[in-house]
């Protein structure tokens, strides 16, 4: 995250490529409060959040424990009109079998 700081104090521009590599440590790190409000920054400036963004910062909430941050990022990429696919639901799903959530994991599957 510190060298996604610097790219902008550098003036280097950040992008969809930049901004995925940090919410996919956020998620090794599980620190999907960091993972959401990277979300929130691409938002903000309208840099491009796709399919690759959204499994990283899914992935994080499940690593996280917060199975229903998850569940409503998957919302949000329908919402979006941003592709899910099988790491999308497999991730959600996770998070919910950790969550104890499994009526919400079933749910995901219908």
Do not use: P
């Not at 491009?48 to 569940?71: D, M, P, V």
């Amino acid at each position: 995250l510190l060298l996604l700081q610097n790219m902008s104090d550098e003036c280097v521009e950040r992008n969809t490529i930049t901004y995925n590599a940090a919410v996919s440590a956020c998620a090794k790190s599980r620190e999907w409060w960091q993972a959401f409000q990277l979300l929130l920054e691409m938002a903000r400036l309208s840099v491009e959040r796709g399919t690759i963004t959204y499994n990283a910062a899914i992935s994080a909430c499940e690593k996280g424990g917060e199975w229903w941050q998850a569940l409503q990022l998957v919302q949000k990429m329908s919402d979006d009109r941003v592709e899910r696919d099988t790491i999308t639901y497999s991730a959600a799903v996770s998070a919910c079998e950790k969550g104890r959530a499994w009526w919400h994991a079933l749910q995901l599957l219908h």
